[in-house]
């Protein structure tokens, strides 16, 4: 059974570079059709996706986000990181990382299907979530 685990800073100051990392055991990042996600829920608020990185390594993001972020992995680690710039308070939230099995399809029809599936918590495999705090 795969199991998905957040780390990095509970304390970011704004306009730093926010950096988190999710390392995976019990399956591998390179397995085809899995998308490996970056979620968050500011306090108050919804869950929002924030982008993802295939098995082949390609990377999605949502528009909004898409200017300060950064999704990237170490496959002989099994672990994707997040890198989100010039953060604010607003990016006060608990962060998690999932996994979601999806068949291929256009980038637009990949991005539209991950948020709907991860907002909604829909589905797939989760990490227990880490908060970072955005504060000076």
């Known amino acids: 059974q795969v199991q998905l685990q957040e780390s990095g800073p509970g304390l970011v100051k704004p306009s730093q570079t926010l950096s988190l990392t999710c390392t995976v055991s019990?399956?591998?990042?390179?397995?085809?059709?899995?998308?490996w996600n970056w979620v968050r829920q500011p306090p108050g608020k919804g869950l929002e996706w924030m982008g993802a990185?295939?098995?082949?390594?390609?990377?999605y993001y949502t528009p909004s986000l898409k200017s300060r972020s950064s999704i990237s992995r170490d496959t002989s680690k099994n672990q994707f990181t997040l890198q989100l710039g010039s953060v604010t308070p607003e990016d006060t939230a608990v962060y998690y990382c999932?996994?979601?099995?999806?068949?291929?399809?256009?980038?637009?029809?990949?991005?539209?299907?991950?948020?709907?599936?991860?907002?909604?918590?829909?589905?797939?495999?989760w990490g227990q979530g880490t908060q970072v705090t955005v504060s000076p």
């Open positions: 990185i295939s098995a082949s390594g390609r990377t």
């Open positions: 019990g399956g591998s990042i390179t397995t085809t059709y899995y998308y």
């Open positions: 999932a996994r979601v099995f999806l068949a291929d399809r256009t980038e637009t029809i990949t991005i539209a299907s991950l948020t709907s599936i991860l907002t909604r918590r829909q589905g797939g495999s």
